[in-house]
């Protein structure tokens, strides 16, 4: 729902990579490039087609679609996927589904590393612009320096070595990988801008619940899990798919851009849920901002519309049939 030079590029000759293609972001970024023209080169760990026929399934895929096996700790496997592309969005990242046992190995490593092999390849291909995801939790957690009532914007980084110390690696990851795609721009020039999108809602294309979505489907059926009645950031997959493209596409846009353009308590968001009408009137300003992706002519749906698509979609795909042992993700009781 974006506008600008997004809504210009039908009929785009360039080639872009995908990394992690197959994921709930990626997919709908993918499905976005090829409905804009793009020829797409998408990274996947496994080209069995229950990992990959949502892919296939995609318009114009058949023709401007090429999948690659290729880990992102592999950088030969990373530099064929991305050679003869223009522009490369990093998207794929390790989330933890349980405890972590050896955060180094599990999630430290493979996002920095990832990341790393990523812009390395894309320097090696020439790629005139790279977009890195990394998320909200590299902005809004115990910011050092950042008075408590001053609304968070892209100059707001959050206390890795608090995150650290909590043992919350996702977020360790998270900071520590976009610090090193920035750092990198720096240091060879690499034309490299970063979007921080919040708690991902919306439809799947994958044939799997991801982690976000478990949140949500959680809240629906409820279970022996505690949350904290914290704000929560919601963005649209979709709204987040056109985000990253927008900055990719838009010469002006540089370093980080937060994507996180609505917010609800979680009690607001389980009578929201109960009832899909707006129970709440929050005067106060969001505790973060997204103005920056804004004034590049960002558009989002509306809160209720995300909802209410991703609970649609959730229960023709049956997700919402009685699961025993169903869990709250752990990640968010962290971040």
């Known amino acids: 729902m974006s506008t600008g030079r997004t809504e210009e590029a039908a009929g785009s000759a360039e080639t872009a990579c995908v990394t992690g293609a197959g994921g709930y972001i990626a997919s709908w970024l993918v499905k976005l490039l090829l409905s804009r023209g793009y020829t797409v080169h998408g990274t996947v760990r496994d080209l069995s087609d229950n990992k990959t026929a949502h892919l296939k399934r995609l318009e114009n895929a058949s023709e401007n679609l090429k999948l690659f096996k290729a880990d992102v700790l592999d950088y ?29 190995r599990e999630m430290l490593g493979p996002a920095v590393t990832g990341t790393i092999n990523a812009l390395k390849a894309a320097s090696a291909a020439n790629a005139r612009r790279v977009v890195v995801v990394s998320s909200m939790v ?31 690696w996702y977020s360790v990851a998270k900071i520590s990988s976009e610090e090193a795609a920035l750092e990198y721009a720096k240091q060879t020039g690499l034309d490299v801008v970063t979007v921080n999108p919040a708690v991902v809602f919306g439809p799947l294309l994958q044939p799997t619940l991801n982690t976000s979505c478990q949140f949500l489907v959680y809240f ?89 698509e991703t609970v649609e979609f959730c229960q023709h795909a ?17 971040i």
Not at 82 to 100: D, E, L, N, Y
Not at 138 to 162: G, L, M, T
Request: hydrophobic fraction near 35%; charged fraction near 30%; charge should be negative.
């Open 220 to 308: 629906l059926k409820g279970g022996p899990d505690r949350m904290r009645d914290k704000l929560w950031h919601i963005v649209d997959v979709r709204d987040t798919a056109d985000a990253l493209l927008l900055v990719y596409e838009t010469p002006q846009a540089s370093g980080r851009h937060i994507c996180a353009p609505h917010f609800i308590s979680a009690r607001d968001l389980l009578e929201l849920l109960k009832t899909m009408e707006s129970i709440y009137d929050m005067e106060h300003p969001a505790p973060m901002t997204s103005d920056k992706l804004k004034k590049l002519g960002w558009k989002v749906r509306p809160l209720k519309e995300t909802i209410a």
């Open 76 to 104: 030969d496997a990373m530099a064929g996927a991305v050679a003869g592309c223009q522009g490369v969005f990093h998207v794929a990242t390790p989330v933890p589904s349980g405890k972590i046992t050896d955060p180094e």
């Open 138 to 168: 590299a902005v809004e957690i115990n910011p050092k320096d950042w008075p408590r009532d001053k609304i968070k914007d892209e100059n707001c980084w959050s206390d890795k070595e608090f995150c650290r110390n909590e043992e919350n």
């Open 318 to 334: 049956g997700f919402l049939e009685d699961v025993e042992g169903f869990r709250f993700p752990p990640l968010y009781n962290i």
